[in-house]
């Protein structure tokens, strides 16, 4: 066989030196994928739009949206260029997401079709615009046409093994203890647990709830001395309950719970005082103190109200001091036996 001379192999050389870098360059041209939108609320929409691409990251998203059937499109916050990355060893499980552009609208209305118009632009090559359709959720509430069955503290355990889809399990006063809600309801058709409220004083009184591994349940107007368990729930809602209990709604442990609606509850729980002291110090804690032994009951009964992971100073002094912005309120009442009462308001 004949050996190629000296000029074929430059040649060769030469193809491979145009080729072989081709593979090694960047890519700064974006490529569009998929776009979802995740876990929509009552009032936000949120949006994921994944690329290829685009390594110098100057890919841009721009976001108009309208109530489908309308006119009028109102300009939105453009989406955020997110790289492809992960939360390492930092977290357990580890997360992993992709290359993508992802943001929200916010400050919608529950239960309400939108059209939204997502347009990618890249100075470097690539452009798309795509019309995606959302929808908010609802607020959680029972079906149309519910069964109503009335029910006590004997026949509860009984009337929740039967309870179907839709029905709504109308407790009266009294102390049902321990409860764990046996079955599910369907989408649109969620099991109803909910107080009577026949007696001014006396609720329908829990020593605890455990709506562990349910999906499509609500309670409602419950009183619960302890906590209400939301473990592997789905789609279940907390509402208008009086929870006395240090964990008050709780799914502590993984996998937590998914897409659950807690709001309008007052958890509420009562802790020593020599526990609060250590967390509380300086000029703040003097402050307190003096109060508690203060012989003027206007002045031993004060109220603060604190943020979560914040303080406010108690009401007899004009200060306004508050750390960390967060959505929860909580009152703290300081009477005479020097316990300390909780109250929880959750949005």
């Avoid at 050389?13 to 870098?21: A, V």
């Avoid at 995740?38 to 009032?43: A, E, G, S, V």
């Avoid at 059937?69 to 916050?77: L, N, Q, R």
């Avoid at 807690?262 to 967390?279: C, E, M, Q």
Wanted: charged share 20%.
């Amino acid at each position: 066989m004949k050996r190629p001379g000296p000029k074929t192999t430059v040649a060769l050389i030469l193809l491979l030196g145009l080729t072989i870098p081709s593979f090694s360059q960047s890519q700064d041209a974006t490529y569009p994928g998929e776009i979802t939108t995740p876990y929509p609320t009552l009032t936000c929409l949120a949006f994921e739009w994944e690329i290829k691409g685009d390594d110098n990251q100057d890919s841009k998203v721009e976001v108009v949206f309208r109530i489908s059937g309308e006119e009028t499109w109102i300009t939105a916050m453009p989406l955020v260029r997110i790289p492809a990355g992960s939360t390492g060893k930092r977290t357990t499980p580890t997360y992993t997401w992709k290359n993508k552009h992802s943001g929200s609208i916010f400050n919608l209305e529950p239960d309400t079709k939108y059209e939204i118009r997502l347009s990618l632009t890249d100075p470097d090559g690539g452009e798309a615009t795509e019309l995606v359709k959302a929808h908010t959720r609802p607020v959680p509430g029972e079906a149309e046409n519910s069964r109503i069955i009335k029910v006590n503290p004997k026949t509860l355990e009984k009337a929740a093994m039967f309870a179907e889809p839709g029905d709504i399990l109308l407790l009266s006063p009294g102390y049902y203890d321990h409860f764990t809600m046996p079955v599910d309801g369907k989408p649109g058709k969620p099991i109803v647990l909910r107080a009577d409220n026949a007696h001014p004083v006396i609720g329908s009184t829990f020593n605890s709830v455990s709506l562990e591994h349910r999906k499509h349940v609500i309670i409602d107007g419950l009183t619960v001395w302890g906590p209400v368990r939301l473990r592997w729930a789905q789609d279940v809602a907390v509402v208008y309950c009086d929870i006395q209990s240090q964990f008050g709604v709780i799914a502590q442990e993984q996998p937590g719970c998914k897409n659950c609606y807690i709001a309008d509850n007052t958890v509420s729980y009562k802790i020593p005082w020599k526990v609060l002291v250590p967390a509380v110090s300086g000029v703040v804690r003097q402050t307190l103190e003096r109060a508690l032994s203060s012989p003027d009951p206007a002045m031993s009964s004060a109220t603060t109200v604190f943020r979560v992971s914040g303080i406010v100073y108690p009401p007899w002094k004009t200060c306004g001091y508050m750390t960390r912005c967060a959505s929860i309120f909580t009152t703290m009442t300081f009477p005479k036996d020097r316990m300390t009462q909780l109250r929880l308001i959750s949005p």
